[in-house]
């Protein structure tokens, strides 16, 4: 950061000097201008430099431009283009400039439509950028096409005149419509772009269009403060901040305004600060946090879509700003830092988890093509790496590729980066190599938990009075009541994921029925069927915190939600309890309109105890304050309607189990087998209570999860094997069972013959397992309590390793607000051999009491070891 600010202070005193000329009205020049040495500071050099980076980065150059490689790329170009082309309209009207279904601008200057979206505007500045990125890009049959530039110039002044007349988002009565987004990040985004790319053209054509679109450009920032960026603001967070501040930085280039780019370069580089949960500033919770967890929208998990956009953002910035006095060269690190610990974990095989897609999760354009746009700014980010930190890069990007089961989408690269991928995976002395090794890794900040085996990775979604239980929004995931309430995902190695999950799965799979969660039985109505078709509760603006709160990302009203890991060992312990939408206590309040509707939802305890091969799933107090029948989802496995599929089982007193829909209330194990992926997974239940087993055939429409202008009818049909537990209407129910990924039947029967999983407790406050084989034993102390010789003065999660005469103890607050918690072991003649700081000991003949200051914590886990006599 002080390089950065120096930089600005010099180019500030050479702007003061007199140095700055106003900058050269040319199109970017794809290679350096003589006068532009490589030592020379100036001003108007570091802004045409600035402006040629960001151009490049869009459409590359000539040299670049020539390799064979990038043809897939131009192609792509070329055909966005002539799709914008097919539906151009001309000017006439300039509300209807494309024709197609979304395109018509023409709801914003009608008094009475009072529109709702402002997608239009979006899509048509949209169309207008591909039709000037396939002018502006060498090597395509538009390319510098004069009859395109034409339409192009005539389409922004046009354009312009539509969008700048409603400054602040209104319509011509006034009010409020439409997305924030598409004002002051969509629209903005497109445009610039368009006219650093076109700039000579537009210069020559209207010496003020490109100084006015930007005051239209001020004028829309509604949500800031004099016309540029407010970090106060509750939308210029994370993701939506670094968008705004590189249209800035760009548009502060091309008008010559040095002090432009260097408050955008300041206002990004915010961006990059970890969050401290306890010294928030700006009000701002968005952003990577000490655990590697990523937050978007104040509370829900985002890794894969806004964080990956982020990331994404934060490369392009580095590359754009290469060369010129505002590059943040001490920012490299900060983000191969998230690449190791952010993003690789939850990407399996090429594949980005659902865990962390927020409203994404219905799209179809997710999974593979997440793992694109992270590979891209892995590839750009290794040249400004050391070299052996590139080297490092490098291989893992061949990892993650070649792990792949499907082709890697490389023209969804930019083209700056298609040649050194391409370097890289020809490469015969770069071997790949995953830094990201098997355990378990605990997202505890966005109430996430993974379990990476060597051939899997099992991903856990849960929920709390900090996180949102989902995120609906703009007609977005319409079924999303319960994918932050235990809902797990597992990635097996060596098969293509969307065969498992991805837009076909989240489509036909029954919302009530997400594996590891436990709903009540009621069919629910989606936002748009509830309010008439509209994407929002219409009592309440599109944007408003109202909207936020109960309708997009409602946090619930449970506080314990929580894990703790031993780190050496891999292995993690989970629990939450559930809750209600906060939208359903607000309505019991009074604080809610009549006309709103909200879910109660199940009362339990849940945990899982995730370790190398095996995942222990418990519930406690299962039931329903309204007394319906309550469902826990075991799994629910998607395949093929025409998928082989082969169902093993044994009953506890060893006999084999014909299994087809029914129920079935002796069951010891079984091994569902999916024959046409090759692919198996086991469930070992060590109880004795009644399965039911159905095998339902699912057709449902895209659009049903997802109901946007973009989506098209999609019908999809798919077969699961569903397995559950009916609670009825019991109010004290439990369940257990152990989940073992790429098991065998004849591995099922060994590993029932002799199981190394003990349930010591699984009552209404306490989770205990203790696992034989490595001596390990989890609890969950949901309130105060003793269990296996361990006694907890307040909740807490906690995971004890005995092994060589060693005890190592991990503790964690899974409320994330308790000072101190006092834990009572029955650890005799004990002493203590190393600590963290967090833990004070007091050991005596008998015991050992641990104190453990889980201040300002938030979730993270302490560990003590102690050594017996």
């Known amino acids: 950061m002080k390089k950065l600010i120096s930089s600005v202070l010099l180019s500030s005193m050479l702007l003061n000097a007199g140095m700055a000329p106003a900058l050269a009205v040319s199109n970017y020049s794809q290679t350096a201008t003589a006068n532009e040495t490589k ?68 709801d914003a200057k009608t008094v009475n439509a009072s529109p709702v979206t402002s997608d239009p505007f979006y899509k048509n500045a949209q169309y207008l950028y591909d039709m000037a990125l396939a002018y502006a890009t060498s090597g395509t049959k538009y390319y510098q096409d004069a009859a395109l530039k034409q339409k192009l110039i005539d389409a922004l002044k046009a354009f312009y005149e539509v969008y700048n007349k409603h400054t602040s988002y209104k319509n011509e009565e006034g009010k409020l419509f439409g997305n924030w987004w598409n004002w002051e990040i969509g629209v903005p985004t497109k445009i610039t772009s368009i006219l650093a790319l076109m700039q000579k053209d537009v210069q020559a054509a209207d010496a003020n269009l490109i100084a006015n679109y930007i005051k239209a450009f001020d004028n829309h920032l509604r949500n800031g403060k004099n016309g540029d960026v407010d970090l106060t603001s509750a939308t210029h967070t994370g993701t939506n901040l670094i968008d705004i501040t590189a249209n800035r930085m760009v548009q502060g280039a091309l008008l010559g305004d040095t002090k432009r780019i260097e408050k955008a370069v300041s206002d990004m580089m915010t961006v990059f600060n970890t969050i401290d949960p306890y010294h928030i500033v700006n009000n701002n919770t968005d952003g990577v946090y000490a655990d590697g967890s990523f937050i ?80 891209e700014a892995m590839t750009l980010l290794t040249t400004f790496l050391s070299e052996s930190n590139s080297k490092k890069m490098q291989q893992q990007i061949k990892y993650v590729v070649q792990s792949m089961p499907v082709k890697f989408n490389e023209a969804g690269l930019n083209l700056p980066a298609i040649e050194p991928y391409m370097a890289i995976m020809n490469d015969a002395t770069i071997t790949p190599a995953n830094a990201v090794k098997p355990g378990s890794v605990v997202f505890n900040a966005m109430d996430r938990n993974l379990q990476l085996g060597e051939d899997f990775t099992f991903a856990l979604s849960r929920s709390s009075n900090r996180i949102a239980k989902y995120e609906y929004m703009s007609g977005e995931n319409l079924k999303p009541w319960f994918q ?57 603006t599109a944007s408003s915190t109202e909207q936020n709160d109960y309708v997009y990302f409602p946090v619930g009203t449970n506080t314990f939600s929580g894990s703790v890991s031993l780190k050496a060992d891999g292995v993690s312990m989970a629990g939450m309890q559930l809750g209600d939408d906060n939208g359903y206590v607000a309505k019991q309040k009074g604080l809610l309109p009549d006309d709103f509707v909200a879910y109660k939802n199940a009362t339990g305890n849940k945990s899982w105890f995730l370790m190398n091969d095996q995942i222990v799933f418990l519930g406690s107090g299962i039931g329903d304050t309204q007394k319906r029948d309550v469902t826990t989802t075991i799994d629910n496995r998607m395949s093929a309607p025409d998928a082989k599929i082969t169902v093993t089982a044994q009953d506890k007193a060893g006999k084999a189990v014909a299994v087809k829909e029914g129920k079935y209330s002796n069951l010891q194990w079984l091994c569902y087998q999916d024959e046409s992926l090759k692919t198996g997974v086991g469930y070992y239940f060590p109880q004795t209570k009644e399965i039911k087993i159905e ?175």
């Open 484 to 540: 932050g309430d235990g809902a797990f995902y597992l990635y097996l190695s060596g098969v293509d994921q969307t065969k498992q999950y991805g837009i076909d799965y989240m489509t036909t799979v029954n919302p009530y029925r997400l594996p590891g969660t436990t709903v009540p039985n009621e069919a629910r109505k989606t936002i748009m069927e509830l309010y008439d078709g509209s994407q929002f509760y219409p009592k309440y």
């Open 695 to 869: 095998t339902p055939t699912i057709t449902a429409n895209q659009k049903d999860i997802r109901n946007v202008s973009s989506q098209t009818d999609n019908m999809i049909t798919e077969k699961y094997f569903t397995m559950t537990y009916e609670h009825g209407k019991k109010t004290d129910d439990s369940y257990s069972y152990v989940l073992v990924p790429n098991a065998t039947a004849e591995e099922m029967k060994q590993y029932a013959a002799a199981p190394s999983i003990e349930i010591v407790e699984n009552s209404k406050t306490i989770h205990a397992v203790r696992d034989t084989k490595d001596n390990i034993t989890a609890i969950n102390f949901f309130e105060a309590g003793k269990t296996a010789g361990v006694q907890s003065s307040k909740p807490l999660s906690l995971l004890m390793k005995q092994a060589d005469g060693k005890t190592t103890i991990a503790l964690s607050d899974p409320l994330f607000t308790q000072d101190t918690i006092k834990v009572v072991f029955d650890l005799p003649n004990a002493k203590v051999v190393t600590k963290d700081d967090r833990i004070q000991a007091a050991c005596t003949k008998d015991q050992v009491t641990l104190t453990f200051n889980a201040k300002e914590f938030y979730g993270g886990s302490a560990e003590i070891i102690l050594q017996q006599a």
């Open 296 to 375: 978007q929208h104040h509370r829900v998990a985002y890794t894969g879509s806004y964080g990956k956009l982020l990331l994404q953002k934060a490369v392009s910035s580095l590359y754009v700003l290469k060369g010129t006095p505002w590059q943040p060269q001490d920012k490299v690190s900060t983000i191969e830092n998230w690449i190791y610990n952010s993003f690789l974990p939850l990407i399996h095989e090429g594949y980005m988890s659902e865990v962390v897609k927020g409203r994404a999760v219905s799209r179809s354009t997710t999974g593979y093509a997440d793992a694109v746009g992270v590979v």
């Open 39 to 106: 030592n020379t500071v100036n001003a108007q050099e570091a802004a045409n430099t600035l402006i040629r980076n960001h151009c490049q980065y869009l459409a590359g150059n000539a040299e670049m431009n020539q390799n064979a490689v990038v043809k897939s790329k131009l192609s792509a170009i070329e055909k966005n283009a002539e799709k914008a082309l097919a539906a151009y309209q001309g000017v006439k009207n300039p509300y209807v400039m494309f024709s197609g279904d979304g395109y018509d601008m023409s």
